[in-house]
């Protein structure tokens, strides 16, 4: 099992980047393919983005294709999700999640993955 735990949200200009983080523990970590999905206010949960367990694989959403980049540094136990050229339409929480099978953005999209955090709040300003 893994715990999650997202930091480096906030309030940040349209236009602007931010960085944000996922803090996970557990000895299995580096076993796990990480995600980020968002969920805005009102609207169902979007899958944002995918990285295999091994860093060689992404998957990415088409709205944030080109914008964001995932990463992980498993010697810290961490997935990072880089955001920038940010828009209003990406103001939601963002939540990091894990899951001990790779699959499809359509998989992830429809049923998520099994291990969650609580969300970090993004809001981009107009």
């Known amino acids: 099992q893994v715990q999650l735990e997202e930091s480096g949200g906030g309030l940040v200009q349209a236009g602007g980047s931010l960085s944000l983080s996922c803090a996970a523990s557990?000895?299995?970590?580096?076993?796990?393919?990480m995600g980020w999905f968002r969920q805005a206010p009102g609207k169902e949960r979007e899958f944002v983005a995918a990285?295999?367990?091994?860093?060689?694989?992404?998957l990415y959403a088409d709205s944030v294709k080109g914008r964001f980049t995932i990463s992980r540094d498993k010697g810290r136990n961490a997935v990072y999700l880089q955001m920038n050229s940010a828009k209003p339409e990406d103001t939601a929480v963002y939540y990091c999640?894990?899951?001990?099978?790779?699959?499809?953005?359509?998989?992830?999209?429809?049923?998520?993955?099994?291990?969650w955090g609580k969300g970090t709040l993004v809001t981009v300003s107009s």
């Open positions: 999640a894990a899951d001990a099978t790779w699959r499809s953005d359509s998989f992830y999209s429809t049923y998520g993955m099994n291990y």
């Open positions: 557990g000895r299995t970590f580096s076993s796990y393919n």
């Open positions: 990285i295999s367990w091994s860093g060689i694989s992404t």
